[in-house]
C-alpha cells in the first residue's frame, strides 16, 4: 500500500543508498498522469516510486542491485528497470507532468510544500489520506521522497462555496503537522502570502522579531517584498491565539 512506498524510501535511505533522483506519486497522482503522457505506470499500483542512478555501467548496475534488494524486502508488487535512455525519459515524463495532469481533473488545485524527516513520509501519507476525508477533497501526491519534500495537491473548485476556504485549511494542517514530524512549512517554493501564518507553528516570536531585524538591515524601507515571506509580531499573537481557540484555522490567501 502506499505507507509501504513511504516506508521504502527510509529503508533505502538507512540503507546508506543515494539515488541521483527519488520521487513518489500515489494513485491518484497516477490516474491523472498516465492518461496524459501514456507513461507506462502500473494503474493498479497504490504509489510508484521513481529511482534513478548515475555513474559509470558497473556502478549503476551494482546501485540497482542494492536498491532492487531493498524495494523487495519492502514488499514492492513490482520492479522495472528502464533499458535505454528513451525508456528512462519515458518513466520521468510523468512525474515532471504531474502538476499539468491534475489540472486537467480539477478546476483548482493547492499545491503545498512542506519538508519531513523522510522516515515519516509513511505516517504523514496515512495523515494526509484521513484530511481528505475531513475536508471532503481529493489530493494527489507528488513527492521529492529523496528529500521529504513533500507536493501534496489539493483539489478544489473555487466556484464553490467553501471549497477554498476548505482547502486552505486542509493545506495549513498540512504545514503544521510537516512541522510537528520534525520538518518545516517549505522545501523548496518559500512562504510568500498563503503560508505567511504558519510561519509562527514553526518558529517563537523572538526568532520572527529577529527576521525582521535582519530584513530592516538590508530593507530599511520595507520595499522588498513587503507583508511576505515573514509576519508581523501581531498576526503571529492572533494566529496563535486562533489556533488555541479553535480546531482548524484558515490561513490568508
Given amino acids: 500500500d502506499v505507507r509501504r512506498a513511504g516506508d521504502a524510501v527510509a529503508s533505502i535511505i538507512a540503507a546508506g543508498i ?28 497504490e504509489a510508484i516510486l521513481l529511482c534513478e542512478s548515475d555513474g559509470t555501467p558497473e556502478e549503476v548496475a551494482e546501485e540497482i542491485g542494492r536498491m532492487t534488494a531493498v524495494l523487495e524486502k519492502s514488499g514492492a508488487a513490482g520492479i522495472r528497470v528502464s533499458q535505454n535512455e528513451s525508456e528512462r525519459l519515458k518513466f520521468w515524463a510523468g512525474r515532471k507532468a504531474a502538476f499539468p495532469a491534475v489540472g486537467r481533473i480539477t478546476p483548482d488545485y493547492l499545491c503545498m510544500d512542506g519538508t519531513i524527516p523522510r522516515k515519516r513520509l509513511a505516517e504523514m501519507l496515512a495523515a494526509i489520506n484521513r484530511l481528505s476525508e475531513k475536508y471532503a477533497l481529493r489530493c494527489a501526491n507528488v513527492f521529492h521522497a529523496g528529500d521529504g519534500n513533500l507536493h501534496p495537491l489539493i483539489m478544489y473548485d473555487a466556484n464553490q462555496p467553501g471549497e477554498l476556504e476548505r482547502a486552505a485549511a486542509f493545506g495549513a494542517e498540512i504545514l503544521e503537522l510537516s512541522v510537528s514530524f520534525g520538518g518545516t512549512i517549505t522545501g523548496e517554493h518559500g512562504v510568500g502570502l498563503e503560508k505567511i501564518d504558519v510561519m509562527a507553528e514553526q518558529f517563537t516570536l523572538a526568532e520572527i522579531d529577529a527576521f525582521h531585524r535582519l530584513k530592516a538591515a538590508f530593507d530599511e524601507h520595507g520595499l522588498l517584498n513587503p507583508g511576505k515571506g515573514v509576519p508581523t509580531l501581531a498576526r503571529c499573537r492572533e494566529y496563535t491565539q486562533a489556533r488555541a481557540g479553535a480546531a482548524v484555522t484558515s490561513p490568508s490567501l
Avoid: C, F
Fill in 18 to 45: 543515494i539515488p541521483a533522483g527519488l520521487e513518489m506519486m500515489d494513485k491518484k497522482a497516477i490516474h491523472a498522469v498516465e492518461p496524459y503522457v501514456n507513461a507506462g505506470y502500473d494503474m493498479d499500483a
